[in-house]
């Protein structure tokens, strides 16, 4: 995160550095920038790239260790074509919609609760955080025993990674609803309900919304790991499929795959979320 | 709020007896379950069996040489993945021509789920102790590697310029300025990659099943339906993350005091 903001703030400065000269000179410099900044990131690929077709076409780098670039992509071109990718990244994009729906309701309900009020956090809070202690991965045995290997076990294992992170961050998030802003809705003798749906929700709302960024990230990664353990469809299954066949082009296509869909959830999500950050109030 | 009146120390104790009801009512409704013989009482088993099958690997030592077998094992792929990552983030962060070439691809490769690392790693490290401790390794590195450059980035800009009045050298530069600055964020990254490093042990005994370690009790468990194991598994398994991160913060508040106040 921090990060992040020290990027916006640095790249805010040479807007407002090239905002003094002429504007074309600025947007051309920019996209100057834009294409060095590409040549460079474009090193290393070109230099993998290159050591790679060299060493499987000179056959130091054996097809068991590296197949060919070209396999890969031929693989991955003929496993979009058969609809292969599609289904088994359809199955596993369910299993988390349904998963993740699932686990941020209850998780928003809970932390909702704990957050508004000090009686049931004080109850739920101790058996809570046992819960979250224990990792997704290690509950999957323990899930597997009681709910057998079907569907609802994914389901389930991907709802509880979902839901650690939402009800701490909701609770939180309605916990540290700042009192200025209370004093002003008892002031303005708001109701309970009115106090609920005008201050307290919108006021936390950039805090939940982290949460079920983190909760969709944990989703994606426990639904790896449970299809790593126990599925016969899904990107997970594929991967391990890949693996007992020494497939490795269908391994490197599904490890793209589930990078490739973690990286655009999460981008998406980050978006979202910088627009919920931008009226966030903290201060009256 | 009426709390106040009987103290901090009565507020706490109504806090702890709150906490400790829903856990003891649902061990109570296990233990009746498993006795009333409505469930299979292998799929749960009565609470004194967990006890007498802890109790039994406890003092047979297994449970601890499962255990020393697992933190072995996590430490190895923590100290490598930790110096690997560690260097790799000196470089990103003091070299803008590495951070132009590497930082990217590194942010992408990142977002393949950890575990998805495993067939691969699978295939060319084999099932044995080398390829487990590459994947923690690799666990290990990353948020190294995250925070290391973004605590050298963040080496205030006022620091940097008192070591060009002195003209310091490169070495000096990293040594008096970069690193202590950047001190919290790697203690930080240390203390997530210990965190992530022993999830990785666990991941990487589940799915590449040879050799003792805890992660294997529980898949043996599981495969034999001893349901005791698992569960037996699993508490262990969550006490040493929580004893790590404990330890972890405990160092860290030792080490660097004055970030709690900050």
Known sequence: MASDVTISRVAGDIDVTSAGGD??????????????????????????????????????????????????LNTLLEMLRSGELKTHTAVSLLRVIYGFAAGATVGFALGAAMGLSRTVDDYVRPLFTAIAQVPALAWIPLAMLLLGIGETLKIVVIAKAAFVPVVMNTSAGIRNVSPQLLEVAETLQFSTWQKLCLVVLPASIPSVFTGLRYGLTHSWISLVSVELVASSEGLGYLLVWGRQMFWLDTVLVSMLVIGLVGFLSDKVLAVVEQHLQQWKVDHV | MSDAAFGPEAATSKRLRRGLVLPLALLLLWEATSHSGLVNPQFLPPLEKVGTTAWRELTSGELLFDLLASLRRDLSGFAIGTGLGGAIGILLGLSSIADRIFTAWFN???????????????IWFGFDQAAKVVFIALAAAIPVILNVVEGIRGASRKDVE?????????????????????????????????????????????????????GGLIIAGRERFEMDMVLLGIVVLGGVGFAIDRLATLLEDRIIPWRRVA
Do not use: C
């Not at chain 1, 790239?49 to 060299?54: E, G, T, Y």
């Not at chain 2, 992408?108 to 699978?122: E, F, M, T, V």
């Not at chain 2, 690193?179 to 992530?196: C, D, E, M, N, V």
């Open chain 1, 23 to 72: 504007t074309s000179l600025a947007s051309s410099d920019r996209a100057w920038r834009g294409i060095a900044r590409l040549g460079w990131t474009l090193v290393f690929p070109v230099v993998v790239l290159s050591i790679w077709i060299s060493g499987a076409n000179t056959g130091w780098l054996p097809e068991q260790i590296l197949p060919r670039p070209t396999d890969v």
């Open chain 2, 108 to 122: 992408g490769l990142k977002q393949i789920a950890l575990l998805a690392w495993i067939p691969l790693i699978s």
């Open chain 2, 162 to 214: 008192v070591g060009e009045i002195f003209k310091f050298t490169r070495p000096q530069f990293i040594v008096l300025i970069y690193l202590p600055s950047a001190l919290p964020s790697i203690l930080t990254g240390i203390h997530l990659a210990l965190i992530y490093s022993w999830l990785a042990t666990i991941g990487a005994e589940y799915f590449m099943a040879v050799g003792p370690g805890i």
